[in-house]
Every structure is written in structure tokens, then in C-alpha cells.
């Protein structure tokens, strides 16, 4: 059996990878990834990895690929996914996640490939009116990255009614952490996530780290976000993988589930925990909020345990352990 893994060189795509190895010891993977974003040295060196450097809407590169490998289903992770720049360049976000998804669709349907793990996000939900967020809450988002996810989850749906597509949307919180194993991790350019600035921060490559307004309506002033660890993340992708592999002929399903911890840590709480794992203390800068930035975002994770049996096993020291090792000897 094999499957396609696209966006497998980036940061949760690469987890997954290695997760799904780990799991399935006969499955071949056929990872795709164009490196604008990912890093080769990411990709497990296996036997049972096949790796093409290729972008999703290179059609006519795609199509030969697809006709050889024949994948069962597809994970899909590749997607450009800074929030800021999504607002700055949305003609970007556009093309790469949203043209490129639907070539990828157009090509998995002439191959009569139809079951599809989507990567999306809880941007889709945009400002909460209510937390924790379940999956029954609007999807507003308020920015093109957002907005983005949404286009593809609607898509996968139309697919889903008129061809009988299965798919499972998988809507992320706060992706975090690193290999326990410390060979791969976190590595974007320009970085962005939290735990990774502070911890560059306690290793003297960041004089200190931002805190964007301390005066919201939580305990300590600061957000509150739901970190959840990327390979908590990569179990509910194989969760969801066995959900559409065990349907049988002439069955369709679709799903969206929230993944997060339910455990909200405020930004004051993460630059603790950060002091605490390195042993170092890390100098703080308070500025203004950024508009947008609501107090607190934190899912409600039942239906991923009541429909993957899924429930996240790394608590927020936990993740950052894993961070810092990779922080102290990154590979790339």
C-alpha cells in the first residue's frame, strides 16, 4: 500500500512521515514537497520514501507522478501557512493553497484516488465567540491564510456530494514541539511560533522576546493559546488514515475535528515553562497588542476522541523539552 504525503518536507508533514513509518511497517510513502518552505533533510531517509521535489500546481510534473505511484489516499499538508504574509501577499496564498490543491483534486480524481487527509487550521473559525471552540462554531476567518483553509475544506466537501470523496478536515490549534528524538524540528524562515522565539531567545540569539500587549482579560494579562505537539498531531493524521482506509467498497465519509489540548497557556505561562526547561531566564519586551490577537484560543478536542479515539499525550513542559533539545542542536 501506498500513500501520498504532500508537504513533506515542512514542519508537520515531516513528523508525520516519520510517525507513519513507525506505524505502518509495510507502507510506502510518496512524499512531494517543492523546498520553498520544507528542508530536505527532514525527509526520512528510507527505503520505503520516495521523494519528488515538485510543487502542486506543476500539473504536468504531478500527472506522471500520480500514474506511477498509485496512492490508496493522500495526507495534505502542503500549503504556504504565515498568517501576517497571507494579508500582505494573498495572491500567493491563492495559487499555492487554494489552485494548488484543486490541481492536485483534478489529478487524484482522474487516477481514482478519493480519500484525503486535509491539514487545516483553527483560523478557519476567526474571532471565538465562545471557547473552548468546538467544531460546531462559525467559520469567520479574518485573514487570507484562513480564508484559504476554508476554500479547501468547502471544495472537499462539494467533491464529497458529487463524487463520493471521504475526507477527514483536521483543524489544528498550536502546533509545537519537535522530534523526541531530536532529529528533526522546527524550522521556519522568518520564524513566528512562540515557543521556538522564546527558546532562541534563552539561547542569546534573540535579545528578548516580544510580548504583544498584557493587559487582556486573562489571569496574567497575556493570550491565551492551545499548544499542541506535533506529533499529538501526527497520531490523529494516522487516526484519521485508518478511518478512510477501513471503509469499505461503496462507503463515503466526511469528517472536521479540532486538534488541540483544551489546556490554554497564557504567553506569560509559556516564557516560564521556557525558563524553566533551559534553565536560563529571558529577558521580556512588552509592546502594543497586535489587531486581531483575541484573548483566548483554546479547542474543544471531544470529537477527535469520540471519532479517532484520539487524545493528546504531551503536556505544555513536555512539548517545550522537546523544543529546547532541538533548539540547543538544531540540524537545519
Same mark, same amino acid.
Given at each position: 500500500?501506498?500513500?501520498?504525503v504532500?508537504?513533506?518536507?515542512g514542519y508537520?508533514?515531516?513528523?508525520?512521515?516519520?510517525?507513519?513509518?513507525?506505524r505502518?511497517?509495510?507502507?510506502?510513502?510518496?512524499a512531494?514537497?517543492?523546498?520553498?518552505?520544507?528542508?530536505?533533510?527532514?525527509?526520512?531517509?528510507?527505503?520505503?520514501?520516495?521523494?519528488?521535489?515538485?510543487?502542486?500546481?506543476?500539473?504536468?510534473?504531478?500527472?506522471?507522478v500520480?500514474?506511477r505511484?498509485?496512492?490508496?489516499?493522500?495526507?495534505?499538508?502542503?500549503a504556504?501557512?504565515?498568517? /501576517?504574509?497571507s494579508?500582505?501577499?494573498?495572491?500567493?496564498?491563492? =495559487?499555492?493553497?487554494?489552485?494548488g490543491? @484543486?490541481? %492536485?483534486? *483534478? $489529478?487524484?480524481?482522474?487516477?481514482?484516488v478519493?480519500?484525503?487527509?486535509?491539514?487545516?487550521?483553527c483560523?478557519?473559525?476567526?474571532?471565538?465567540?465562545?471557547?473552548?471552540?468546538?467544531?460546531?462554531?462559525?467559520?469567520?476567518p479574518?485573514?487570507?491564510y484562513?480564508?484559504?483553509?476554508?476554500?479547501?475544506?468547502?471544495a472537499?466537501?462539494?467533491?464529497h456530494?458529487?463524487?463520493?470523496?471521504?475526507?477527514?478536515?483536521?483543524?489544528?490549534?498550536n502546533?509545537?514541539?519537535?522530534?523526541?528524538?531530536?532529529?528533526?524540528g522546527?524550522?521556519?524562515?522568518?520564524?513566528?511560533?512562540?515557543?521556538p522565539l522564546?527558546?532562541?531567545?534563552?539561547?542569546?540569539?534573540?535579545?528578548?522576546?516580544?510580548?504583544y500587549?498584557?493587559?487582556?482579560?486573562?489571569e496574567d /494579562?497575556?493570550?491565551?493559546?492551545?499548544?499542541?505537539h506535533?506529533? =499529538?498531531?501526527?497520531?490523529?493524521?494516522? @487516526?484519521? %488514515?485508518? *478511518? $478512510?482506509?477501513?471503509?469499505?467498497?461503496?462507503?463515503?465519509?466526511?469528517?472536521?475535528?479540532?486538534l488541540?489540548?483544551?489546556?490554554?497557556?497564557?504567553?506569560?505561562?509559556?516564557?516560564k515553562?521556557c525558563?524553566?526547561?533551559?534553565?536560563?531566564?529571558?529577558?521580556?519586551k512588552?509592546t502594543?497588542?497586535?489587531?486581531g490577537?483575541?484573548?483566548?484560543?483554546?479547542?474543544?478536542y471531544?470529537?477527535?476522541?469520540?471519532?479517532?479515539?484520539?487524545?493528546?499525550?504531551?503536556d505544555?513542559?513536555?512539548?517545550?523539552?522537546?523544543?529546547?533539545?532541538?533548539?540547543?542542536s538544531?540540524?537545519?
Open positions: 500500500m501506498k500513500i501520498l504532500t508537504g513533506a518536507a508537520i508533514g515531516s513528523h508525520f512521515v516519520k510517525k507513519a513509518l513507525d505502518y511497517p509495510t507502507v510506502k510513502i510518496c512531494v514537497d517543492d523546498l520553498r518552505e520544507g528542508h530536505n533533510q527532514a525527509v526520512p531517509d528510507s527505503e520505503r520514501v520516495t521523494f519528488h521535489n515538485l510543487a502542486m500546481d506543476n500539473e504536468a510534473a504531478l500527472d506522471p500520480l500514474a505511484e498509485k496512492p490508496v489516499a493522500v495526507v495534505h499538508f502542503a504556504n501557512a504565515y498568517v /501576517g504574509e494579508q500582505e501577499k494573498p495572491f500567493k496564498y491563492f =495559487d499555492n493553497n487554494v489552485t490543491s @484543486l490541481i %492536485l483534486f *483534478k $489529478l487524484l480524481a482522474k487516477y481514482g478519493n480519500k484525503v487527509i486535509f491539514s487545516s487550521s483560523t478557519t473559525y476567526g474571532n471565538p465567540q465562545y471557547v473552548p471552540i468546538d467544531e460546531n462554531h462559525p467559520q469567520n479574518i485573514n487570507v484562513g480564508t484559504t483553509k476554508l476554500m479547501i475544506e468547502k472537499l466537501h462539494g467533491l456530494l458529487a463524487s463520493g470523496w471521504s475526507y477527514v478536515s483536521l483543524r489544528y490549534f502546533a509545537a514541539g519537535a522530534d523526541d528524538e531530536g532529529a528533526i522546527e524550522s521556519h524562515d522568518p520564524e513566528t511560533h512562540l515557543i522564546v527558546l532562541q531567545a534563552a539561547l542569546g540569539r534573540r535579545e528578548a522576546i516580544s510580548i500587549g498584557n493587559d487582556y482579560d486573562t /494579562g497575556t493570550c491565551i493559546r492551545d499548544y499542541v506535533v506529533y =499529538d498531531l501526527a497520531e490523529a493524521h494516522c @487516526l484519521a %488514515l485508518d *478511518k $478512510l482506509l477501513s471503509l469499505k467498497e461503496g462507503e463515503s465519509t466526511f469528517d472536521a475535528i479540532n488541540g489540548t483544551s489546556k490554554g497557556a497564557s504567553v506569560e505561562e509559556v516564557i515553562t525558563e524553566k526547561v533551559s534553565g536560563r531566564s529571558i529577558k521580556r512588552v502594543e497588542r497586535r489587531a490577537d483575541p484573548a483566548k484560543l483554546v479547542a474543544d471531544t470529537r477527535a476522541k469520540e471519532i479517532l479515539g484520539w487524545e493528546p499525550k504531551y505544555l513542559e513536555r512539548i517545550i523539552e522537546t523544543a529546547w533539545a532541538w533548539e540547543s538544531r540540524q537545519y
